[in-house]
């Protein structure tokens, strides 16, 4: 990685590249800079997607982000390792109204905890804000853990041994998104996640609620579809939801484990550029069961 700058204004100020905030920096680059600062006046720096996964990589491996969408590789916008969450294609534009990355990925309009679709379901998500959307686009999160506890005990009782069924087709098929290739239905076949689970570290249980889960293992599916739908409710009332609104280059990082979360509509002919690094989990919550 090689550092540079270049101009963004017709007579001042310099974009950098190529250089990690996250290290001290080396001779050659602090003098580059010193140079930088010299002609330019003014330098901007930018988180890169390198920053990105290095700074979560503190947390833990990241998560291998095949599996989670259907976006074909050759229309790929970032790097491996990167999850783009933006409303972009390869060229940069906003997607087509019908173009089916785009109505898939409405699917993170719907509270979700991320890869909870997965057997060793995320960690942490990292999220950045390169390019903000001027209408709406905002966060919200809701704490699983709060919402857990103000179950009443024959709720808490009654769920504490369920095991629900997670897939992306279960999401995405909420909303009407029901046409999967076979490659596409095998890998989305659904996996198995505790209702309720227990954080390794402070022993909170928390709801592991997700719009990924469509079903309950022994439970007929709409009696399981209703009790997923109540809870969530539940869950999701505002005395237990941060809103968050996004400002250019904010990072915010989240534990999938505690907290659920969503993005609201926004005006998608307008760019918003997001990007997440997911740090993997370390185990399943529940016995998968193997297909056939
Ligand atoms: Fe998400």
Same mark, same amino acid.
């Given at each position: 990685m090689n550092l540079s700058i270049r101009q963004i204004q017709p007579v001042f100020v310099g974009e950098v590249s190529g250089v990690d905030l996250a290290r001290p920096l080396s001779r050659d680059d602090e003098a580059a800079l010193e140079a930088g600062m010299d002609r330019y006046a003014v330098l901007v720096y930018q988180l890169t997607d390198e920053q990105q996964m290095a700074f979560s990589r503190n947390f833990g491996r990241l998560e291998d982000a095949r599996?989670? %969408?259907? #976006?074909? !590789?050759?229309?790929?916008?970032?790097? $491996?390792?990167? %999850?783009?969450?933006?409303?972009?294609?390869?060229? @940069? $534009? !906003?997607?087509?109204?019908?173009?089916?990355?785009?109505?898939? %990925? /409405? @699917?993170?309009?719907?509270?979700?905890?991320?890869?909870?679709?997965?057997?060793? !379901?995320?960690?942490?998500? /990292? /999220?950045? =804000?390169?390019? +903000? %959307? !001027?209408? @709406?686009?905002?966060?919200?999160f809701a704490d699983m853990r *709060?919402? &857990?506890? *103000?179950?009443? =005990?024959?709720?808490?009782?009654?769920? $504490?041994?369920?095991?629900?069924?997670?897939?992306?087709? &279960?999401?995405? @098929?909420? /909303?009407?998104?029901?046409? &999967?290739?076979?490659?596409?239905r095998a890998m989305f076949r659904p996996v198995r996640q505790r209702l309720v689970r227990t954080h390794p +570290? #402070?022993?909170?249980?928390?709801? &592991?609620?997700?719009s990924h889960a469509g079903g309950i293992v022994g439970m007929p599916m709409p009696e399981a579809r209703i009790l997923l739908r109540d809870l969530t409710e539940h869950a999701t009332q505002p005395r237990f939801v941060y809103v968050h609104t996004w400002r250019r280059w904010d990072l915010v990082m989240w534990d999938n484990r505690q907290v659920m979360h969503r993005v609201r509509r926004y005006d998608e002919s307008q760019p918003r550029d997001m990007r997440r690094a997911t740090v993997a989990g370390d185990a399943p919550t529940a016995a998968q069961v193997d297909a056939a």
């Open positions: 599996g989670g %969408n259907i #976006t074909r !590789p050759e229309d790929k916008r970032l790097p $491996e390792g990167m %999850n783009d969450v933006s409303n972009l294609g390869r060229d @940069g $534009e !906003p997607l087509d109204r019908a173009s089916r990355q785009r109505l898939f %990925n /409405l @699917g993170n309009m719907l509270w979700h905890s991320d890869s909870s679709f997965r057997p060793i !379901p995320a960690k942490y998500s /990292l /999220l950045s =804000a390169r390019v +903000v %959307n !001027p209408i @709406g686009g905002n966060t919200e *709060a919402a &857990y506890d *103000a179950l009443d =005990a024959a709720t808490k009782a009654l769920i $504490e041994g369920l095991v629900c069924e997670h897939s992306l087709m &279960y999401s995405r @098929g909420s /909303l009407g998104m029901l046409d &999967y290739s076979e490659e596409e +570290v #402070t022993g909170r249980k928390s709801l &592991y609620l997700s």
